[in-house]
């Protein structure tokens, strides 16, 4: 695994898992999971539902009880199962923002906000200028006195967050933070609060399950399968680079077709299906006589004049209107492509080209 | 994992104020003689209950009498609750209200309406006589007990049920109607169906009342002799001249013999009924079903059943309140009197009675509430090993009866000396009723625990807040008015409440309750009318009350 770099310092790591493995009875969650998080960095858990991203969350913030590995917040261990030592989730100094914001119904915003602090033993004057200055940087400053049901949800939300923020834990933990706005206040939002993290210099680990959300946000991408980090590194690497098949599916929009990969020419490879051959980058260990998965994303399907180097004929099934671009489904046997395109198609065959650095093979 | 001292000394306390009670009917059931006399260790106790033809006459009729509620209760409760939950019927709003007095109101009273209402010379048979020249019932007889006890148990039925068919979706229901069902066929062949794992549950709650009851059976098995356990238990309190408390304690063990095994099937039914959910309808969006015609035959259904077990008990209490006597020819313009309630409240212990029951009824409720809370903190989103013990600890007083468990409670009085001046006091009333209604208590306050979401007190527990600031900062404001409610609920409880404080009566423990067994016991019909009546009015107050902000009744 790739070291981040790290500036120099003492707490380099604001937080360091190591092999961190977790079960709910014979059922294993997470199955040795190991990540840092730099100051100033923010780090997107990605993956499908039952991949263990929120349980990972959820353990280091000390709501879960892993059973092996450790956990260290700004190199102090919170939890380490080889020593048995384990702080509570309020020993740990941490921001967590729930799905749900989890505001508590009972008290007003700037009482939600403030609890924490209250909590460290601030005198009240103070508190109450340090909620002010909260709200105010999240633009909620005149909503201090009303009750959160009173509130939008996106204002909710940023409450949610002035509440995790206010009394400045070493890492803000958020889970799925946009998931319950609805889709047009989700995309300002995750502009909003990627300038909040940046204006803020704020460590954040931050779960979520939409791949646009994760790369738009994050310097660091975890994809997480099945309890173990499927690859890990910037947004670009994962979506250019994918090591499996798994990360290449995961991310964007693809094209996958099955076939044999007839010839190996070093990291080159030719796979055939019934009446096309296309030259890929072999990217698994597939093997020449071997089946394989090709894989293309949407975007780099080109539609060509006429035959060339890597290109298939294929006759057009539909053409449908997306508003800012056409997307073409093309069929023939088991071969089925899609593509993207700025205008509509006539009916017929169409020649496709597909680049071989973009043509994936697994 | 550490547990912290409140929480392991909750259920500490909890353990030993269920299990010492208990232990102390087992002990003294294993002895053959009362434990204040010489004794040996031995089976004397049971070898003389079980050559006494008088108690196997009692098992008999309260195996008949538990199997005739459960056959009349289970569906009418389930005819009932469709009509007012799945239906159009006429008036459903406020005859629901109505249907559950019969869980509020004491069978003590109940068994005394049914008396001077439907008895030999009752209101209502001295008028059918007028009518028909003979009266056509006899409350007295074993079928005329467990026909009264199967109606008046018809509401616990209905309660369960209606909760299930709450949250069936009508689709399923409409559905029947499209392929051309009658109502009465959907409810037959749909939605009952349907909510059977409440039906099966509800019919083994009744049928284990069944062994409980005391008050119904003492009041109108009397004259012609029909006792069942319950009541035979209380009648051999002084069969050999000396309490024989090592009789009373076989005949406990038999009994709560039979009703525990009934409250684990409950539990194990209860388990099932929540795999059942997944396999309903779709919930949420539901239209009554509209009867047509049926909907006047239903409601006259539902009339009637209102008449004979609401109306007919409590207006026989409210007349015979306020008249001086009654019999074949009287004219009641002749006999209305207040004196009865003049001659209560000249006497002294009828009017302390009377405290004593407002005052168990709101401090002691609060303070019961208080003592449910803290039990039903100590299993909140735990799953140890503590919390497993605190499950089956409040499974177990619902095994025993209230008059078992306020002769047990008297027995630890008297067993440990330390603890004999509070025998007198009411607060030896106070932890029986709340031992006694301890699963109750507890149902009410997880109903409004299991309702405040995790991630509220999660997000206490990362803001920095140890698990008992959580609890006094979060969880607690969130559920007070759940407590509230609770308070009005187990108030009404407490009103209610009549076998526990049997053997606890005594000067200073007074309640109307226990007043009504030692008065009936006496023969004193006016005073005994007057507290009932006093005490319906109580009941009917809390009810009031509760209706006014809302409370919901059930689940």
Redesign the interface.
Known sequence: MTETTTPAGAAANKLRVDDLHLSYGDNAILKGVSMQLAQGEVVSLLGPSGSGKTTLLRAV???EAPHRGTIRIEDRPVFDAAAGQEL?????????V???Y?????RTVSDNVG??LK??KVASAEVRQRVDAALGNLGLGHLGDRLPHQLSGGQQQRVAIA??LV?NPPVI?MDEPLSNLDAKLREEARAWLRELILKMRLSALVVTHDQNEAMAMSDRILLLNNGVIEQEGTPQELYGEPRTLFVADFMGSNNKVEGQVVERRGDSALLAGAGWQLWGQARGAAATGGAATGMVRLERVRLADGEGANTLKLPLVTSMFLGDRWEYLFHRGDLRLRAYGPRALAPGEQWLEIAPDSFWIF | MRVGLPRASVVGLTALAVCLPLGLIFYQSALNAPFFAPHKLGTGAFEFIFADSDFWDALKNSVVIATAMGLIAVPLGGILAFLMIRTDLPGRGWIEPLLLIPVFVSPMVLGFGYVVSAGPVGFYSVWAKELFGGVPWNVYSLTGIAVIAGLTHVPHVYLYSSSALKSLGSDVEEAARMTGSTPFQVARDVSLPMVTPSLLFSGVLVFFLGFEIFGLPLVLGDPEGHLVLATYLYKLTNKLGTPSYHLMAAVAVCIVAMTFPLVMLQRYLLKNAGKFVTVKGKAGRQRPLPLGGWRWVAAAILVFWLFVTVVVPLSGIALRALVTNWGEGVRLADVLTLDNFREVLQQPTLVRGILNTVLIGIVGGGLAVVCYTAVGLTTHRKNDVWARIVDYLVLVPRAVPGLLAGLAFLWVFLFFPPLAPLRSTIFSLWIAYTVVWLAYGMRLVSSSLLQVGPELEEAARSAGASPGRVTRDVTLPLIRYGLLASWLLVFMIFEREYSTGVYLLGPGTEVIGSLLVSLWGTGAAESVAALSFINVVLVAIGLTVALRFGVKLHD
């Open positions: 913030a000390g709501l509570p989730a309020e020993k740990r100094n941490l921001g967590l729930f799905q749900s989890a505001l508590w119904p009972h609890y924490g909590l460290r509440r995790a009394y933990l």
